[in-house]
């Protein structure tokens, strides 16, 4: 018997079984939490590299491909834990982050280009504000904002 499995089978003794349950449980969840976490900050520090001019277009590729991989990740459970994905989710969930604009001629927003990471999302609305902060032909205030795109795969009932 692991040092593990005797202390929880003490912890079962004290407590008895439901609570126990529920302390491991939430134990888990923490880990899992922790795991996302660690992650996603590790995603985000991949995103935020600065390279060298002469292999910057690879080298971003490369570095948004490991990003998405860690958010991928981050969402899904730890196969090192022997967690399985849920049968009702085909893949995990991405994520991602755009800035709109508002066309008041068309009268709809029209989507910009995603961002992995709501940092670089939130820089570039900053950005793009402070450049352009009214309509050159009128002058009147350009509307944008910040959209989250989080995307599902669901496997149907009928399907698994």
């Known amino acids: 018997m ?11 003794k004290t407590v008895g079984d439901v609570e126990a349950d529920r302390l491991l449980t939430a134990v888990e969840n923490e880990r899992l939490r922790i795991r996302a976490a660690a992650l ?3 995603a985000e520090e991949i ?15 490369i570095a948004q491909g490991l990003a998405r991989r860690l958010r991928r990740l981050a969402s ?4 090192a834990a022997g967690d399985k994905q849920p049968e009702t989710e085909a893949h995990p969930r991405r994520v991602s982050w755009s800035v709109e604009l508002y066309d008041p001629l068309a009268k709809e927003w029209a ?26 032909d009128d002058g009147t205030p350009v509307k944008r904002r910040l959209v989250r795109e989080t995307t599902t795969y669901t496997v149907e009932a009928g399907d698994r």
Do not use: C, Q, T
């Not at 995103?47 to 590729?61: K, M, Q, W, Y």
């Open 2 to 12: 692991s040092a593990f499995e005797a202390a929880f089978e003490a912890l079962r």
């Open 40 to 42: 996603i900050e590790a």
């Open 47 to 61: 995103e935020g590299i600065d390279f060298h001019p002469n292999a910057r277009v690879r080298s971003l590729e």
């Open 76 to 79: 899904s459970p730890s196969p």
């Open 111 to 136: 989507l910009g280009l995603p961002f992995l990471a709501r940092e670089k999302a939130v820089e570039r609305l900053n950005a793009v504000s402070a450049m352009y902060p009214k309509w050159a």
